[in-house]
Each structure stands twice: as C-alpha cells, then as structure tokens.
C-alpha cells in the first residue's frame, strides 16, 4: 500500500476511536478553531479554492453549495452528513465513521460555522446499528469537552432504503415522511430539512474539511486530477487478491488500482470488467484500464466514479447473469414515485430475465436499450437515472455475451 495517500484515513489505526483526547493529540479540532478566527466568506472561499467536490457520487463543489446557504439571510440552517453508504460493495463511510469519528464532526462543525447553522444530523443507514453506538459516544465526548461550542449534532437511523442515500429522500426520512425523492429546484441548499436552507455532504466529503483547513487550499488541490482534486478512498471487491479498502490521489488509473493495489487477478485468471461506483455504475472493459479515477475522466468513458466502490470480474463470470441480478435489484429498491423508474426498472428486469435464461430476442435487446436511454434522463431522481447504467454497459462492451444467451 506504499502508493496511498492518506487524508481522510489519517488517523485511521494510529488513534483509538473513542478517545478524543487522542484525537485532539493527534491535532484534533485545531482546524475548527482556526476556522472560526476567520469570516465566514473567507472560510467558504478557502473551500471552494480547494477544489473539493463531493465525495458521495454527485461530484458538485463542496465551497460552492456552502455559499448558497450562506447567502440566505432565515432563522434555521441545517447541516446533515449523509451516511446512508446504501452502495454494495461500499464501506469506505464505515472505515471513517469506525476509526474515526471525531474527524467528521469537526468537518460538520466547521461547515455549520461557514453557513450560520448550529444543528446537524447525521443520516446513518440501518444496517449500521453498532456504527450509530459510536457516533452517539463520540458525540457525548466532544459534548462534554466542549470542542463543538453551540453546534449540537444528532445521529438519525436509516430504516434500509436504497433511496434514501438520494438527499432530498434522506430529508424526508429525517422529516418523518416516506423515504421519497422531491422535485427540484428549489435545491436543499435554499429549501430543504423542514423548508429551511440544508447542506447534504457525504461523510467522506466532510471527513476532508479538517485537513484542508489545517494545510491550506493550495495545498490540497495540488494533489490528484486538478479538476477533482485530492484523494479519494475505494473499496475493492471482487476476482482480485486484496480485498481491502485504501486512500489514492484522484489522478491513480483503474489498473494501478487493480493490479497495483489490489494486487491482480485472483488465481492468474484473465480480467474481464470491473463496475466502479457501486450497483449504478458501468461496467468497464480491459481497454478503459488506463483511464484515471477522477470523476470527469471516468464520465467520459461512460463510467462513474460515485463511492469509489471498485468490483471486479474475472474471466468465468457471466456478465449477462450479473446484470439480471442487479436489475433485480433497481426493481425492488425503486420507491415507485415516478412512472419512468417504478415502470421501468420492473420492465428491465423482466427482460433482462428473459435474455438470462435464453428466451430473449434481438427484439427485446431493442427494446431494453430503448428503455433505459428514456430512464436515464426521464426518471425524478439518481436511483432511476442511473438504474439503466449496467445494462446499458453491457450492451455497449459486451453485446457478444448477450448474443450468446437469445434465443
């Protein structure tokens, strides 16, 4: 792992989590002071200078969304941290909230400074009971020691949701109501937890403030791809010999992560794609290896980035057979609000189906890219929109593994 970078993980194996005197040692809550000697404009401009741009799939400048709620002039502010990490194959928000929780306060604490905001909530999923221990604790002792000054922050529990990771579905969730996305604009940064002006970042996005403050603007956006600057934490699964999560600069390519880091191909095999980004992300074929991981660089080869969950296969898997299962899963995580996703990722997997088990013709091969070009720009929300992407993929790289299984 000599090719990692630590920003986010600094702290990571070198501090007990649930010691804040270890993390104030470790130089713990001195950006939150440092951040508070300066005017609220200068600290969103130190942010926006960096670079940083989320970390939780949408890739929209973290300085900039700031700037929106601190414009506007209201009683009540929010600032939620969204660690709904709904993505299979994704842990890197538990890797950070584990090992260091600390650090994602003071990331929220700073922010709730920048905007004018002194409440926060962290959005956590339901599979993450012993996660939300940890974050009541750490919460309890930054309380107690006074670190977070007027800013009070609570944990609310996730009851499962795919959607939910969508924000504008969190702020529902949080509000009480059904998990459900909302028509935008207006945008949570203007309207959002209880109609008041709300910043949604990921975890790992707010896990990142602390250290941009403490060694600068510059600094940081000197590291990995100068359009999406800085690190960006992965976790690799799959056919590859380590099956770990690690920290790189944005500027690493796909093979360096699979065959440097990752450590190659288990048992010699041949690679034969890999799905970047979660479930919603596309599959990437061998000639896209050398193509870095930043979010621009991977949209122009029809990828994303997202999570930075890294998923590999091999040789032997059936491509075709693996997107039948995930659009299985789009069917059932959908939450039905609008026509286009609760339609059509029911129709996708039944023809997806149809072509697994050899009674598909090139009629419906037709017929489901059709669907999803419509789904990708018809659907309300991320899940819908991004639903059609693995099939879509597949299509595009591997139509000859589809053509095997018509009928």
């Known amino acids: ?27 713990g809550y001195k950006s939150l002071a440092k951040a508070r000697s300066m005017s609220q404009i200068d600290l969103i401009e130190e942010v926006k200078k960096s670079g940083l741009r989320g970390r939780g ?23 939620v941290c969204n660690a709904d990490e709904g993505e299979p194959g994704t842990y890197k928000d538990r890797i950070i909230m584990e090992n260091d ?3 994602l306060l003071e990331g929220m604490a700073i922010c709730g400074y920048a905007i004018g905001s002194n409440k926060g909530y962290i959005y956590c999923r339901g599979e993450y009971p012993y996660v939300v221990e940890t974050l009541n604790k ?7 020691k006074g670190v977070l000054g007027d ?57 990142n403030i602390p250290a941009i403050l403490e060694k600068g603007a510059d600094w ?32 690493v390519t796909i093979r360096e992560v699979i065959y440097g880091l990752g450590g190659g191909m288990v048992n010699g095999k041949n690679f034969k794609a890999v799905q970047i980004g979660g479930t919603s992300g596309g599959f990437i074929p061998e000639e896209f290896l050398d193509t870095p991981i930043d979010f621009d ?13 890294v998923f590999v296969m091999d040789e032997t898997r059936d491509i075709v057979d693996i997107v039948d299962r995930i659009s299985k899963f789009f069917e059932h995580e ?7 996703c609760r339609e059509g990722t029911k129709r996708m997997h039944e023809m997806m189906h149809r072509i697994n088990k050899g009674s598909g013709t090139v009629g419906v091969m037709d017929l489901l890219q059709n669907l999803g070009n419509v789904m990708s720009v018809a659907c309300l929300c991320g899940l819908g929109q991004a639903a059609p992407a693995p099939v879509l993929s597949t299509l595009k790289h591997f139509k000859l593994e589809f053509n095997a299984k018509l009928n």
């Not at 660089?297 to 969950?309: E, P, Q």
């Open 57 to 79: 799939g949408a890739g929209f400048n973290c300085g900039m969304k700031w700037s929106f709620s601190y414009k506007i002039d209201t009683d009540q502010k929010y600032v």
């Open 334 to 340: 959908s939450c039905g609000k609008c026509t286009p």
């Open 220 to 251: 940081y956006k000197g590291i990995g791809a100068s359009s999406y600057p800085g690190t960006k934490v992965l976790t690799l699964t799959g056919d590859v010999v380590n099956r770990t999560y690690f920290e790189v600069p944005t500027n």
């Open 151 to 207: 800013f009070d922050i609570e944990v609310r529990m996730g009851a499962g949701a795919y959607v939910c990771g969508e924000e504008s579905a969190l702020i529902e969730s949080i509000e009480g109501h059904r998990g459900e996305p909302r028509f935008k604009p207006p945008f949570p940064p203007v309207e959002g937890l209880w109609g008041k002006p709300t910043i949604v970042n990921n975890v790992e996005t707010f896990a």
């Open 138 to 144: 750490a919460i309890a002792q930054a309380k107690d």
């Open 101 to 103: 929780p600390q650090s």
């Open 297 to 309: 660089s991977m949209t122009t080869i029809g990828a994303v980035l997202g999570s930075g969950a």
């Open 1 to 27: 792992m000599a090719e990692e970078m630590r920003i986010v993980l600094r702290n990571v194996g070198k501090i007990s989590p649930l010691k804040i005197d270890e993390y104030i040692k470790a130089g």
